[in-house]
């Protein structure tokens, strides 16, 4: 795999912790440099390290992991999306319940927008490519447009308010719908 072929693979593999960046920082859970630094660093941390784990499995057990990684991605982000969905539609607070720039809430989409970067490890693993270089690739690209769809995400929810929170739940259980048909398709 060249160097262009897997800078191409870090975008498309980052395009979901940014979507989930974009959407807390259009709820305004990102005005202080600390979420956004916590944000960028775990999706950018989990990015790079769910290939290596990967790399590693696919040496030992990849039946196993490729039945449920899917359904596990699928279930995580469903439940978080739903829960954003939901303080969207409740009117009576004014910004989203669930701060998704913390605590179990942010190890849980870090863990559910990597599912992915997994199953990239695998296939290097399948493929006897080194995965050292494609790991420092994956979370430095993730990091680098965390950070940007913040700015973005910061930008459209001065214009939307709250219901953002809609659009950002939708895209969660989007993403986790993706990941189910192109893996059962």
């Known amino acids: 795999m060249t160097l262009i072929e897997i800078v191409l693979l870090s ?3 980052a395009m979901d912790a940014a979507a989930v960046s974009m959407a807390a920082a259009a709820a305004g859970y990102t005005k202080s440099i600390r979420p956004v630094f916590r944000l960028a660093f775990h999706f950018g941390l989990f990015q790079a390290g769910m290939p290596a784990i990967g790399w590693m499995l696919g040496r030992t057990v990849v039946g196993y992991i490729s039945t449920w990684d899917h359904w596990i991605a699928f279930a995580l982000l469903g439940i978080v999306g739903a829960r954003m969905i939901y ?3 409740d009117s009576a607070e004014e910004r989203m319940s669930i701060d998704p720039t913390k605590g179990w809430v942010l190890i849980t989409l870090s863990i559910a927008t990597s599912i992915d970067a997994l199953a990239v490890g695998l296939s290097f693993s399948m493929l006897n490519m080194d995965i050292l270089l494609p790991c420092l690739l994956i979370g ?11 700015w973005v995400g910061t930008f459209a929810g001065q214009l939307t308010g709250k219901r953002v929170e809609l659009f950002g739940g939708f895209i969660l259980i989007g993403i986790g719908l993706r990941i189910l048909y192109l893996h059962l398709s």
Request: aromatic content about 0%.
């Open 140 to 150: 430095t690209i993730t990091i680098l447009m965390s950070v940007m769809a913040v």
């Open 11 to 13: 975008l498309g593999l």
């Open 87 to 89: 303080s969207g539609l």
